[in-house]
């Protein structure tokens, strides 16, 4: 059994993550924008779960949200699901937040959630600005997903992967997404509880449990560095240079 969170949980591919997960078990912390939106998983808090609330748009929420997960107890996996397709908080919530939370919440297995609109991104760290108003985003999943790819090769105690869910009916995507919604949770589910040899090979980018290839940018190692110093420019937080999962 597994302790297991999973960010962006009260709906759509986060929710189905979370209850799955549940179902086979494992002891799952859901998180919520705000007290408000717990009602969305008030079913799987009472089947089990345990919540923390913070709004990932705010850095000190983001702040907040880390010291409530690592009062909880020692997570054995973290996936980075939360994610918005516009707006001024985009890069906020899809690239700083799971950043900040990567360096603050130890986990040996970490997943983030990217999108093959990833390659359309361009691999310019001087599109994290001040006011997160350059980045689109395609680049925004094309930085989360080098930064997966980072943490691999940073800390090869740990495994780190990206999947690709596909374009499925959530709030987020849509009601014209064409992809089957059944099975958008599934690859992440699977990666963060799995003994299988081919997932527990740290550093890659999956869709529908198949291996796929991403952008060259995300194993430049050198546009790895130059993010990660972006990063931790803009956040005031930076990621260890040791592995520090238990």
Known sequence: MARILVTGSTDGVGRATAASLLDDGHDVVV????????????????????????????????????????????????????????GPDMLQVNMLAPYVLTAQIPAPRLVYLSSSMHRGGHAEVSRIDENGTRASYSDSKLFVTALMAAVARRWPGRVAHAVDPGWVPTRMGGPSASDDLALAHVTQAWLVTTEDP??????????????????????DEGFQDDLLAALAEHTGVELPNTDQSA
Request: hydrophobic share 45%.
């Open 31 to 86: 998180h919520a924008r705000n007290q408000q939106r717990l009602g969305a998983v008030e079913e799987l808090i009472a089947r089990g779960a345990v919540s923390v609330v913070g709004d990932l748009a705010d850095a000190d929420e983001v702040e907040g949200v880390a010291e409530q997960a690592n009062q909880i107890g020692a997570f054995d996996a973290v996936i980075h699901n939360a994610g918005v397709i516009d």
């Open 198 to 219: 081919e997932a527990l090979v740290s550093g890659r980018y999956w869709h529908h449990q198949r291996v796929e290839q991403p952008h060259p940018a995300v194993h």
